[in-house]
């Protein structure tokens, strides 16, 4: 299935410091996307690569996609208290009417 | 930024009560969904809705779920006879033809416990 995999499962900062967490996943995609997940809410969009692209940056968050080794990782650099949450990877098929398929998800704990 | 809206935010049921979920997606939006994640697990598709139809719909979307758009407005989910594995968080989500087109809104959920 086109299932997506992070790790590590969870990840422990400083404040100030770079996290760094990576999905791969099986199939062919059209795009790949990041989603957060504070405790208990709802997920929310945070930044999408096309299987075209190789690197795109949005504020302090950087995404790669590696289409041959089918994964990517997201950076978020210079964290804070508030980037405290779950982050999910989610792939796209446009055959599949764009339908996410959500991988398991990292929990960032960002330590003041 | 617009959000999808979704009612209630908890609900509790009794296994084998017929429970039904609402949704108000972004009124531009086109493409609806609902997802859902039991606790600790990941966030699962259930269903899409495109056109007043079901556009796919996954292994857990059996004949106890039914999804509806009423009224132009809102979109449902219902769940005919719960068990008690049906408790999760159940997630509505809209999509828009703008750019990104594959881009989800997501409500904040529907905590479902069946007792």
């Known amino acids: 299935s086109q299932q997506g995999e992070e790790d590590p499962q969870a990840l422990s900062i400083q404040e100030g410091e770079n996290a760094t967490m990576n999905c791969s996943y099986k199939?062919?995609?059209?795009?790949l996307q990041w989603y957060r997940q504070n405790s208990g809410r709802g997920l929310v969009h945070l930044i999408l690569?096309?299987?075209?692209?190789r690197e795109k940056h949005s504020g302090r968050l950087r995404v790669t996609l590696d289409t041959s080794k089918k994964s990517s990782s997201l950076l978020i650099t210079a964290s804070r208290a508030a980037d405290t949450a779950s982050y999910f990877c989610?792939?796209?098929?446009?055959?599949?009417?764009?339908?996410?398929?959500f991988g398991g998800g990292t929990r960032v704990l960002v330590k003041p | 930024e617009p959000e999808v809206t979704q009612t209630p935010s908890h609900q509790v049921t009794q296994m084998g009560q017929e429970v039904i979920l609402r949704c108000v997606p972004i009124?531009?939006?086109?493409?609806f969904y609902w997802y859902r994640q039991i606790l600790g697990q990941k966030v699962e598709f259930l269903v899409s809705?495109?056109?007043?139809?079901?556009?796919?719909k996954s292994e857990i979307f059996d004949d106890q779920f039914s999804v509806e758009r009423p009224d132009g407005s809102n979109f449902t989910l219902k769940i005919r006879s719960t068990k008690l594995e049906d408790s999760a968080m159940y997630f509505c989500?809209?999509?828009?033809?703008?750019?990104?087109?594959?881009?989800?809104?997501f409500g904040s959920g529907t905590q479902l416990s069946v007792l």
């Open positions: 989500a809209s999509r828009w033809t703008g750019e990104p087109f594959e881009k989800l809104f």
């Open positions: 199939t062919s995609i059209n795009n």
């Open positions: 690569i096309r299987s075209n692209e």
């Open positions: 989610a792939t796209g098929i446009k055959a599949a009417g764009n339908k996410l398929t």
């Open positions: 009124s531009n939006h086109l493409y």
């Open positions: 809705f495109y056109n007043n139809e079901i556009s796919e």
